[in-house]
């Protein structure tokens, strides 16, 4: 069983990437950056206009509300963000191969890819639930003997004071069992968070060793969320508690909105093998068009 002893930093890490760039004023950071930053294919994808999810994330189960992860899996809110949240996400994205950069910079092996050309992908419960993974990689000088995987974030100020004083376990459980789930799909014995303070540019780096009981819970909390046809009791009867007034489900939980109109809000569907939902009405495959569209016999669950 993993015991908590306090955030472990990767301080050496972080110093020879500022040694590096200081060195050479960033001229071998550039150069990576050249290469890699036409390659980052989340900044540039054009599939996510429906705003639906697939799966269940793994960057979303450490989220304290069952309830809402299970709304977002089963499509009850069109949830469409406003410019702003579009271009931060958007942030997220470019900045993972400034990271990759900086890895290679100081002479680190970093894999992004498989053979194929494709990320890396953790998956379970029959393809429901999974993620993708930022990077793997050998020779990060705080655990230069081993594959390490490497997770990559993006803070404001007050998120990133949070996570200097904390620690990322304590700061960002999300992003804790996020890097459990993937260490535990890849058996990964370490990993590296690398965030950076978008306001500053300061880096923060720690060392997260695999946590066994944690990726266990998780895993078990995503078959629970998928496979349960009701939503999980809510965190809390009022919609201005905190975590509620801010939650784009609030509606939907709250207030009995009418859940959106697609096959997953449908008292006849369920989810199948290999990642697939079905019609119990005829047992047929829905694709995620078919999904999206919905059919003349469509009956919202009640359950929502």
């Known amino acids: 069983m993993f015991v908590a002893t306090g955030p472990v ?43 639906f999810r697939s799966h269940l994330g793994a960057s979303m189960i450490g989220k304290e509300c069952a309830r809402q992860l299970w709304y977002n899996f089963h499509w009850t809110t069109n949830v469409k963000h406003p410019g702003r949240i579009v271009r931060l996400f958007n942030r997220g994205h470019l900045e993972e191969p400034r990271f990759v950069a900086l890895l290679k910079m100081i002479g680190c092996q970093v894999w992004q890819h498989d053979e194929a050309g494709n990320q890396f992908r953790v998956a379970f419960h029959e393809g429901h639930f999974g993620g993708s993974l930022d990077s793997v990689a050998v020779g990060i000088p705080d655990s230069p003997e081993q594959p390490v995987l490497c997770e990559f974030k993006t803070h404001g100020d007050k998120s990133f004071s949070k996570l200097q004083k904390e620690g990322m ?26 965030a950076v303070n978008k306001n500053d540019d300061d880096l923060y780096g720690e060392m997260i060793p695999f946590d066994q009981e944690t990726f266990d819970r998780y895993v078990e909390r995503g078959g629970m969320i998928i496979n349960t046809p009701e939503p999980p009791p809510k965190i809390n009867s009022s919609p201005g508690w905190f975590t509620c007034k801010f939650c784009d489900f609030k509606v939907q939980c709250h207030s009995n909105g009418v859940p959106h109109r697609n096959c997953r809000t449908c008292i006849s569907s369920q989810p199948g093998n290999g990642g697939s939902w079905s019609c119990v009405r005829d047992n047929h495959i829905l694709s995620k068009s078919d999904q999206l569209a919905g059919c003349p016999n469509y009956r919202w669950n009640p359950k929502i």
Do not use: F, W
């Open 9 to 51: 930093l990767a301080s050496k890490t972080v110093s020879a990437i500022n040694a590096a760039l200081e060195k050479d004023q960033g001229n071998l950071y550039r150069k990576y950056l050249k290469e890699l930053i036409p390659h980052a294919a989340d900044a540039y994808r054009q599939d996510e206009e429906d705003g």
């Open 169 to 194: 376990r304590s700061a960002k459980l999300e992003h804790y069992v996020q890097m459990q789930i993937y260490m535990g799909g890849y058996k990964l014995a370490m990993g590296l968070y690398l």
